[in-house]
């Protein structure tokens, strides 16, 4: 089983940019045959796709949200995947989350399709955003 960690959460300043890791593990797992998504859960609201990268990371797509600020990257000889956010607004406050799945379409739509989970989650890293 692969297993995903986040790090880098923690308060900042509205216009403050942070860089959040997530790192895979898990024997028999290669971090390279999966594709890898970011995502965020704000309090009172449902969990929000922001935007995945396909195995090799040479191509990317992003939430409207996000789009702009956000930037995903990975390197697959560290076997971990990034989420650099910029310009954050306190609305950015929120849980965020990485996601890995072998199908770069099942991390799209799995905040919208009730009927489909990626195959591995992470446990959430809290991003506070100040005014």
């Known amino acids: 089983q692969l297993q995903l960690v986040e790090s880098g959460g923690g308060l900042v300043q509205a216009g403050d940019s942070l860089r959040l890791s997530c790192v895979a593990s898990?024997?028999?797992?290669?971090?390279?045959?999966?594709?890898m998504g970011w995502f965020r859960q704000a309090p009172g609201k449902a969990r929000e796709f922001l935007g995945a990268t396909i195995k090799s990371g040479s191509s990317t797509y992003y939430a409207d949200s996000v789009k702009g600020r956000f930037i995903i990257s990975r390197d697959n000889a560290k076997n971990t995947v990034y989420l650099q956010m910029n310009s954050l607004k306190p609305e950015d406050t929120a849980v965020y989350y990485c996601?890995?799945?072998?199908?770069?379409?099942?991390?799209?739509?799995?905040?919208?399709?009730?009927?489909?989970?990626?195959?591995?989650w992470g446990q959430g890293t809290l991003v506070t955003v100040s005014s």
């Open positions: 898990g024997s028999g797992r290669t971090f390279s045959n999966y594709a």
């Open positions: 996601g890995a799945d072998p199908n770069f379409h099942t991390l799209v739509v799995v905040t919208t399709d009730k009927d489909t989970d990626i195959e591995v």
